[in-house]
């Protein structure tokens, strides 16, 4: 299993929850599935209650006048430079997240070429192990999945793996019980 030494920092934007409600509503409808383009609209989305992105584009070509003071230009400028920074900041963390969960699709595979009796399952961002069990109630198996509680990363699919072999354990010895497992 490969490790990643590098840890990511969540991002924590405060926002009332009625720009919360519309910033949504826009993702679902702009179909924005990823960090990058969520954060590049909230990013647009303030400028734009900043400045107007023509403004915005004038100031920032506009040649400072001589013997002029331009703090409010400068601010500004520094403004679209530090969110030029952000934005390449989340376009790595992305791509990290990328490179991470491509890395998680593969050790999952290995990980389950070790398993016998059950498989574990990547569903959005948990982990889950099926298995052929015993129903709940009354006689008979029926294939069912079982919550790991490990998110999709490295340390996530070590601890799915580990109670994927306990459960294969039970599973061969007879002792499989529910109460175990529901939590």
Known sequence: MVENPERTIPISVRVNPREWDEFKKLCRREEIVSATAGVNILIVATLKKIVSLNDLESLINKEPAENQENEPENELKSL?????????????????????????????AQVNQGLTLCCIRKKGKRLYIRATLPLKAGNGKKSQELKTGAIANPEGLLIAQLKAKKLETDLMLGRFQWNDWLS
Do not use: R, W
């Not at 963390?93 to 999952?108: G, H, P, T, Y």
């Open 80 to 108: 679209i430079k530090s969110i030029e920074e952000l934005d390449q900041k989340v376009k790595v963390l992305e791509e990290l997240s990328q490179n991470q969960q491509q890395d998680i699709v593969q050790n999952l």
